[in-house]
């Protein structure tokens, strides 16, 4: 079974996978990992504005050193650290509203087991598929399930987080209470209590992910800073900071947004292999 594209995290070569159409679920993204080599990997995960799925195909992965095996990361303030030898495993990324219908409770900053949240035997029926596309079907279709048969956000909440995805975090939240409606206590009160973060919070998170990729792409802290709603270059490093443990300068050279830029950030790739460098 062969990876559709292979990408370089420091001394490790992942092969990747992504679904050759576009899902029918908005909302979630999924990817394949297969790790290249037998030796040890550690490697640290920048932030995400999503919930975090990892199905794991070999029982061989560690995730913030507290899960093995199959595990969920909810909206994670802080990087992941995920360790583990001859990885493979299905990747899922679900927005914050899908994530709450799919899994029927809030993750803010935790780790957890997958079946303390969701007992499926899903890692297993994936074990024993040949097909990167079947397992992405099956991993599809039971998503879809869940979600069809889960208590969804309020309309006012996933508006509310509509807007800070489309503006890049970059949104007042008296603006987003206005546009729904209710006051701004309301909003703040369902927001964290559906999605795990206060409304301003998510808001960092989503901006950051903006400015960090921003930095990866080679661009100056100061033009990021300028023109991703920082007051300064040194809001941009605190903040950059605070949700990463590193500089931008640190964060921007993360091996991990190397394989990011691959898994998430293009079209579906249709058996393509490029050669590690």
């Not at 802080?78 to 029927?104: D, K, N, T, Y």
């Not at 087991?113 to 991993?139: C, H, I, K, M, Q």
């Not at 792409?217 to 900071?241: F, I, M, R």
Request: contains cysteine; charged residues 25%.
């Amino acid at each position: 079974m062969r990876p559709a594209e292979w990408a370089r995290d420091g001394p490790a070569v992942w092969g990747i996978a992504v679904p050759s159409r576009p899902l029918r679920l908005p909302g979630v993204r999924m990817a394949g990992f297969v790790g290249d080599t037998v030796d040890q990997v550690d490697l640290t995960v920048v932030p995400y504005p999503a919930v975090t799925l990892f199905l794991n195909l070999r029982e061989k992965l560690l995730v913030n050193d507290v899960a093995r095996g199959s595990v969920v990361a909810g909206l994670v303030p802080h990087g992941m650290r995920v360790r583990g030898q001859g990885i493979e495993c299905v990747q899922i990324r679900l927005s914050p509203e899908v994530a709450h219908a799919v899994l029927g409770t809030e993750l803010s900053g935790e780790v957890v087991s997958l079946e303390d949240v969701w007992p499926t035997e899903l890692p297993g029926r994936l074990r024993a598929l040949d097909s990167w596309n079947d397992r992405f079907a099956l991993v599809e279709a039971a998503l879809g399930k869940r979600y069809e048969a889960g208590r969804t956000v309020d309309p006012e909440v996933a508006f509310a987080w509509r807007r800070m995805d489309a503006h890049h975090g970059q949104v007042r939240i008296e603006q987003l209470a206005d546009e729904t409606g209710w006051s701004r206590k309301r909003l703040w009160s369902r927001f964290r209590s559906q999605l795990g973060l206060s409304p301003k919070r998510a808001a960092q998170l989503v901006r950051f992910d903006h400015a960090v990729h921003r930095l990866a792409a080679g661009e100056s802290p100061a033009l990021v800073a300028a023109e991703s709603g920082y007051v300064d270059q040194s809001h941009l490093h605190h903040e950059v900071k605070a949700f990463a443990g590193v500089t931008p300068s640190a964060a921007a050279n993360a091996p991990w947004l190397a394989v990011d830029e691959v898994a998430w950030s293009r079209p579906p790739l249709r058996e393509r292999v490029i050669a590690p460098a």
